[in-house]
């Protein structure tokens, strides 16, 4: 199922825990574990285009099949890379494909599994959520082996088109058939701390906006 941009631009503003609260509500695990954020101040919201890998010890692979730009030009602008590495700390992806990813507008990266050069990425400012930061390079030791199957990143389930949200606290994925109503639900949470977070300025305990509020 395809989304609408008007719906993908709704989670622009949504917060992670947020819309994992309304991830509950639909019964979906879709907060990715131990993917951490790489340049501070960053987040990212786009669709998913999968990448899957397979990886091993120097050696493993020949060195043409490390295809980065194969990831890269898979990407859209707007869209979010998420590659299933298997969670290997071994870099797919470092500082110049970090630049020709910016360039071309591609609005993140997903990796469960490594990336290295972390000042070009926070030079470059694009948003990069990661399991690993290492200096190992996946050269001969990683090859691509699918692009836009239904992978798994951080123990959860992300198919292509599917919604990607990631900023300082972790990185989600909602379903695209479900990105409508988890955007809806998590506006009205949104709503609902704006309101809490008034009432708290006022005087009101925590409690007792807890016990008002019961959607925070």
Not at 88 to 110: D, E, I, N, P, Q
Not at 143 to 163: A, L, M, Q
Request: glycine share 12%; aromatic share 4%; hydrophobic share 45%.
């Amino acid at each position: 199922m395809s989304i609408t941009d008007d719906i993908l631009a709704r989670f622009a503003d949504l917060a992670t825990p947020t819309l994992a609260n309304a991830l509950d509500d639909i019964g979906f695990d879709g907060v990715m574990s131990g993917i951490g954020q790489v340049v501070p101040g960053t987040r990212c919201h786009g669709r998913a285009v999968t990448i899957v890998q397979a990886a091993g010890p120097r050696g493993s692979f020949a060195s043409e099949d490390f295809k980065v730009g194969h990831m890269i030009d898979a990407a859209g602008p707007g869209d979010v890379l998420v590659v299933d590495s298997g969670g290997r700390a071994v870099s797919t992806w470092g500082g110049l494909a970090t630049f020709a990813a910016k360039v071309k507008g591609v609005a993140g990266l997903v990796v469960d599994g490594g990336v290295r050069d972390r000042e070009e990425m926070e030079k470059h400012r694009l948003p990069v959520f990661t399991r690993h930061m290492t200096p190992l390079t996946g050269r001969s030791r990683i090859r691509i082996t699918g692009i836009n199957e239904t992978i798994r990143c951080g123990g959860v389930r992300v198919r292509p088109g599917d919604v990607i949200v990631a900023d300082g606290s972790g990185v989600v994925s909602i379903p695209a058939e479900h990105a409508e109503q988890v955007a809806e639900l998590a506006h009205r949470y949104a709503a609902d701390d704006r309101l809490a977070e008034a009432e708290l300025a006022k005087g009101l305990s925590f409690r007792e906006a807890m016990a008002r509020f019961k959607r925070i």
